[in-house]
């Protein structure tokens, strides 16, 4: 089922989501309504607040569908490793039409529990390491706005407004 997706500033985008403790049909059944929610837009990757549901999940999926091996569920997912620095353009299903560049860790481990609550470790690089950090953000109520510069953050404001007004957002 392809969920609707919550665009800013809905108020659930800047909550930390609840630790999921509960491994069962249910949570299967919305990581699944996730996938095809990405893919129905086109992304790259959703977190459950995105969906209204403030918990700590996300999916991402850079083959966008195409190669089911590159499905990655991330249940509370943690950082435990970043190096270096990038420097790469990024867009948010929750902000339709804003693309920034944003700082983000160049190289990240990660560590998270999958759909049926087993715990593994990965790393990612360019983009998969921009995923991770930008959807785990998601979790932590952290929005890639916020992680522009001043000045970025300001113009995406103000082109959003400008969107509200003419009823295009
Ligand atoms: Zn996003």
Redesign the pocket.
Known sequence: MVLKIVKYPERVLELPGEPVTEFDDDLRKLVADMFETTYASQGIGL?AP?VGVSKRVTVIDLSMGKDPAKRLVLVNPEVTFTQGKQYEEEG???FPDIREKVVRAAKIRIRAQDEYGKWFEMDGEELLARAFQ?EID?LDGIL?IFRMSALKRSLSLRKIRKMQKEGTW
């Open positions: 977190a995105q948010c299903l929750s930008h998601h890639f």
